[in-house]
């Protein structure tokens, strides 16, 4: 086994499962996952629909609550959620004509992970501080 394999396999002294940027060169297959995600997040409408997603009360919101904040039409909104949801950001659930879509938050949890330095501790989740 050669060293740059026990990088990208070491834990570099955390709990997470994968290297972080500055740790190891990122394999080809995590790379194309994360800039799927990332790809996502560039787009403005696209940011702050997942903000508003996961900053709502109860984890959750309708897809009504979400389309009055843009000045945009539904169907451009609804392209919006899918490429989030595509990405692994949001997830969706269909009650009744209404769909409810809320945060996933292990693919949060990667990128920051992903993005934190080495010896630096990640923030705390949100509802987790005693």
């Given amino acids: 086994m050669s060293k740059q394999e026990l990088a990208l396999l070491g834990q570099d002294d955390t709990d997470d499962c994968c290297p972080t940027l500055l740790t190891a060169p990122l394999d080809e297959e995590t790379a194309t996952g994360l800039a ?3 790809k996502a997040l560039g787009d403005p409408v696209r940011l702050r629909l997942l903000s508003m997603i996961a900053s709502r009360d109860g984890g959750e919101i309708c897809v009504c609550d979400l389309t009055p ?7 451009t909104i609804s392209h919006h ?3 989030l949801k595509q990405a692994g ?12 879509y809320r945060l996933l938050p292990a693919t949060t949890d990667r990128l920051a992970a992903v993005l934190t330095r080495p010896g630096t501790p990640a923030a705390e989740p949100a509802g987790t501080a005693s």
Avoid: C, H, M, N
Avoid at 89 to 100: A, C, F, K, M, P
């Fill in 89 to 100: 950001l949001i997830d969706s659930e269909r009650r009744g004509t209404w769909v409810y």
């Fill in 69 to 75: 904040a843009f000045d945009l039409s539904q169907p």
């Fill in 81 to 83: 959620l899918k490429l």
């Fill in 36 to 38: 799927r995600v990332f």
